[in-house]
């Protein structure tokens, strides 16, 4: 089992910036892949970014340029660092880590980019 908790999340203005944290605790020797996904209101769930065990990263177009995401090993934490901030990128962002069999999910943290 793979307990994630996601922290960081809150309101920020346009431009501003807001960095997300995903501590990961129990059986993480087996993940493969984390990512960190959002779901805007009234729309499916994207990826946003992953990245590896070996360090391997992956990005939505819409964030390219604007979002980093980074590992911790030591502190068993993934970090989604959001810069340029839009209101676009109002949502819930959930951590997922993914084993070779199972797959789990934090509870979410809210992002709300406004002015």
């Known amino acids: 089992q793979v307990q994630l908790v996601e922290s960081g999340g809150g309101l920020v203005q346009p431009g501003g910036s807001l960095r997300l944290s995903c501590v990961a605790s129990?059986?993480?020797?087996?993940?493969?892949?984390i990512g960190w996904y959002r779901q805007a209101p009234g729309k499916q769930c994207e990826l946003v970014a992953l990245?590896?065990?070996?360090?391997?990263?992956r990005y939505a177009d819409s964030v390219k340029g604007r979002f980093t995401i980074s590992r911790d090993n030591a502190k068993n934490t993934v970090y989604l660092q959001m810069n340029s901030l839009k209101p676009e990128d109002t949502a819930v962002y959930y951590c997922?880590?993914?084993?070779?069999?199972?797959?789990?999910w934090g509870q979410g943290t809210q992002v709300t980019v406004s002015s």
């Open positions: 129990g059986s993480i020797l087996r993940i493969n892949v």
């Open positions: 997922k880590a993914v084993e070779t069999k199972n797959t789990y």
């Open positions: 990245i590896t065990s070996g360090g391997i990263t």
